[in-house]
């Protein structure tokens, strides 16, 4: 685990199966009351029985009485959502295409225009490109879509606990982040009702785990507090100050798309010069040359010999840096490149017979409500709504009524 970017302990983690957990005979409390029969005995006990280490880090009675009152038992859903993280266990085609498209990129450029002045502070102190610290908040938290569904966060020092006192092979990270929280709380930066985050303990608009912003956090709007959940220049001054502090190289790319030549499986995780890549026949689809012909690269096949290849530089591992997956940083830089107004992946991803990519699924809806069949959003997600409406199409042209999108149904709506 990096110690130079304590978020990458959250990503790295290794997934297992989790153990189940047992409550314990109750036993006295020297810090908080006596509860319900209902609450979990054994949590309340490694509750109290944790203090001690958090008071020799500085934590006071009164926080961490603060922090756990009412707390009476682990967070179930923490435990359930520890079982996936798919930046690990999706296929890179479906993880990019979920993260990279139309609709994505337009909100992008919404938040472009509307934060412009704060990301051009961001740009000339941090040395990050705007579009790069776009795509990372909509990676992390949809652009904030997050905060309008307060069900889904869950009260970091209870999530943290829970992972602590439930789940052995995460107990040690989780045990320093709940100290990291509760440091957070102690300062005042952010009140106990809106510390929450992810089921990990990632933070607000950025996600950042809380020794992360121990390490990174920054006050850009100069309030005085280092408020990533409510302050849209707090949080992304702090992923650019992350980016910055890991070595970010100002002006350059994170890598290149690249049309592989036959054989070229036996190079993946190599490194060589741009220049030696090109000579050994490794081309941008645009025919484009590299502007530095001398700068290293890394070969990356995400999809095997059958789809695109990519040359990694610098700032793609410096991406990484931010969560240790390659799939995350590569849906970061191509996200970051279709903002700044580039064109996409110019390469077919190798994907199952008749898959649909998310701007198809966004097409269908599309004109099944030109057609009068769909009023809901159109947003490429297929819902009950999304179905009734290629059902009703389906059965007035005569086709089998399965309310199933598929290419077939795109190419008769083309028509």
Known sequence: MSQNNPKTDQQSISRRRLLTYLPLIAMPSMLLTAQPALADAGFRKWINDFYPTAAKAGITKATYQKAFAGVKSPDPDVLRKARFQPEFKQDTW??????????????????????????????????????????????????????????????????????AYADPRRANFARSQLI??????????????????????????????????????????????????????????????????????????????????????????????????????F?????????????????????????PAFLMLRNFFVLKRYNNSDSYALAVGLLADRIAGYAGIQQEWPKPAGALSMDERREIQERLKALGYYKGEIDGNIGSGSQLAIKQFQSKRGLTSDGVPSQKLLKTLRQ
């Open 180 to 281: 990291a929280a509760l440091k957070i709380l102690q300062s005042g930066n952010i009140s106990k009702k809106h510390l929450n985050g992810s089921w990990a303990g990632a933070m607000g608009h950025t996600q950042f785990i809380p020794t992360s912003y121990l390490a990174f956090a920054v006050d850009h709007d100069g309030n005085g507090r280092k408020d990533i959940w409510n302050s849209v220049p707090d949080a992304l001054a702090t992923a650019a100050n992350l980016l910055h502090k890991n070595g970010w190289r100002t002006g350059r790319t994170w890598g290149y798309e690249v049309r592989a030549p036959r054989g070229a499986s036996k190079y993946v995780g190599q490194t060589k010069t741009l220049s030696q890549w090109s000579k050994l026949g």
């Open 94 to 163: 479906s993880y990019v295409d979920a993260r990279v498209h139309s609709t994505i990129v337009k909100k992008g450029q919404e938040m472009e225009k509307r934060y412009s002045r704060t990301l051009s502070q961001i740009e000339k102190k941090y040395g990050v490109n705007r579009s790069v610290v776009l795509a990372i908040w909509s990676m992390e938290s949809s652009y904030g879509d997050v905060f309008n569904y307060p069900d889904r966060l869950h009260y970091v020092p209870r999530a943290l606990a829970t992972l």
């Open 283 to 307: 081309k941008r689809p645009s025919g484009r040359g590299f502007s530095r012909p001398k700068e290293k690269a890394v070969l990356k096949l995400p999809a095997g010999g059958n789809g």
